[in-house]
T-cell receptor, first 117, second 115 residues
Framework: AQKVTQAQTEISVVEKEDVTLDCVYE???????LFWYKQPPSGELVFLIR????DEQNEISGRYSWNFQKSTSSFNFTITASQVVDSAVYFC??????????????WGLGTSLAVNP | DAGITQSPRHKVTETGTPVTLRCHQT?????MYWYRQDPGHGLRLIHY???????DKGEVSDGYSVSRSKTEDFLLTLESATSSQTSVYFC??????????????FGPGTRLLVL
């Protein structure tokens, strides 16, 4: 079975602190895709990044960075110098193919990040 | 941003009444999905569609049906609403990529309250 675990249910930090959100996945597929989404208090779901299993390069986008390590089945997300606007629930997801080769996402339960001023 | 709209955005209904939620896209993406989001459960897939008239069940499909008669519209119907179906419902769309793994883009969500 494929599974995504976000062990941190809630994290609270003070503004300007760095914070890392953990994501550990399980899959038997050799080709798979990992995603991070953000859900701010307003409720919409915002796509942040997609990574395929053949690309282990770390990604940096402004204050956001992602560390993909196949050896530990992890795809962790770091926010550097956090800001109040980063307060949100963050979801990690894994793409799996069903018997008909149609792709679906397996979702973690999310990590709620509160950045306090 | 992907062009996805959901209607209605908010709905209050009574137990036993039928409810239809609509998802409309302007991106011509093949895949469309319906999720529900509840505290402690994250996002759970209800049904999805991989083409016009092609649909399949997700992990929480009981009590729900879907239809897709054209590429741009995906309807979710609660045949007889129950209080356990009170939730926030999200529609998502996804393009096809070689090897799979297309990104899902989400609509704004519909808040449904079943009294």
């Amino acid at each position: 079975a494929q599974k995504v675990t976000q062990a941190q249910t809630e994290i609270s930090v003070v503004e300007k602190e760095d914070v890392t959100l953990d994501c550990v996945y399980e899959t038997r597929d050799t080709t798979y895709y990992l995603f991070w989404y953000k859900q701010p208090p307003s409720g919409e779901l915002v796509f942040l990044i997609r990574r395929n299993s053949f690309d282990e390069q770390n990604e940096i986008s402004g204050r956001y960075s992602w560390n993909f390590q196949k050896s530990t089945s992890s795809f962790n997300f770091t926010i550097t110098a956090s800001q109040v606007v980063d307060s949100a629930v963050y979801f990690c997801a894994l793409s799996e193919a069903d018997a008909g080769n149609n792709r679906k996402l397996i979702w973690g339960l999310g990590t709620s990040l509160a950045v306090n001023p | 941003d992907a062009g996805i709209t959901q209607s209605p955005r908010h709905k209050v209904t009574e137990t036993g009444t039928p409810v239809t939620l609509r998802c409309h896209q302007t991106e011509n993406h093949r895949y469309m999905y319906w999720y529900r989001q509840d505290p402690g459960h994250g996002l759970r897939l209800i049904h999805y569609s991989y083409g016009v008239k092609d649909t399949d069940k997700g992990e929480v499909s009981d009590g729900y049906s879907v239809s897709r008669s054209k590429t741009e519209d995906f309807l979710l119907t609660l045949e007889s609403a129950t209080s356990s179906q009170t939730s926030v419902y999200f529609c998502a769309i996804s393009e096809i990529l070689a090897g799979g793994g297309g990104t899902q883009y989400f609509g704004p969500g519909t808040r449904l309250l079943v009294l």
